[in-house]
């Protein structure tokens, strides 16, 4: 099973989320020879369910997901994660897991794919790998943020970004710190050599919500903020989930 936040975007879902499945699938069938059973996936967020419920699209909750492979007659699941951090959408998915568990034989939930030093160090550097350093133009990853030990590993992920050496990489979070407000000042301090920003999500899938925070009209939102600030803004739209560092990341934590 892969459970991730889920996102009502279709484009989202087929640039970030569907190559992100295929491949933790396939690497979960190339060390389960023989496995016949079919890999099923599960939106955590009720919202994106509902929402795509009134647009026809059928989303499956943890629970209904667990409840149809007992159905089926599955004892053994292996569960992978899109979510970034142990956040509450995590609590939550785990929570399923747990209550489901006594029904299975063997029910495994992996870890989420920024679980520690390692992880913000792999992560940071597919980040950067993304972004070639350009004259004139800062970098600004972008995460959601969370609370608790969401919240400490996002501040992992912004220490690794930091030892990278490239000073265009900047870091920030939606909610969390550092905020729209220091990212500014930061990119104050580099003025008049900055003139461009590129912001990037830390997002697996950047859906409506993100995108209107990140990027939206709003005079609020991170490009608007930016573009006052008399700096041109560009938006990477793809989230992490088409990436294979990402990948390779989630398939180590389900088979590691």
Do not use: N
Request: net charge neutral.
């Amino acid at each position: 099973m892969i459970a991730g936040y889920g996102t009502a975007s279709a484009a989202a879902r087929e640039r970030d989320l569907e190559p992100f499945a295929r491949a933790v699938e396939g690497a979960w069938r190339r060390a389960h020879p023989g496995c016949g059973a079919a890999a099923v996936e599960a939106y955590v967020s009720d919202p994106v369910r509902a929402k795509l419920a009134r647009g026809g699209v059928s989303a499956l909750s943890v629970d209904d997901a667990l409840a149809g492979l007992h159905a089926q007659g599955c004892t053994e699941v292996d569960i992978a994660t899109s979510l970034i951090v142990a956040g509450e959408s995590f609590a939550r998915l785990a929570e399923a897991a747990c209550r489901w568990a006594p029904r299975f034989e063997r029910l495994h939930l992996a870890r989420p794919l920024l679980d520690g030093p390692r992880d913000a160090r792999v992560l940071a550097a597919a980040l950067a790998d993304r972004c070639e350093a350009c004259a004139g133009r800062v970098v600004v990853c972008i995460a959601h943020g969370a609370a608790g030990a969401g919240e400490r590993a996002y501040a992992l992920l912004g220490e690794a970004l930091a030892g990278l050496g490239r000073a265009d990489v900047l870091f920030g979070q939606m909610h969390g710190a550092p905020g729209l407000d220091e990212v500014l000042a930061q990119v104050a301090a580099g003025a008049p050599s900055v003139r461009s920003a590129l912001l990037v999500p830390v997002m697996v899938a950047c859906g409506a919500h993100a995108a209107r925070e990140i990027a939206g009209a709003d005079e609020a939102s991170w490009a608007s903020r930016l573009r006052a600030a008399g700096i041109e803004v560009a938006v990477a739209r793809a989230g992490l989930g088409s990436m294979s560092a990402v990948q390779r990341l989630a398939v180590e934590h389900l088979l590691g």
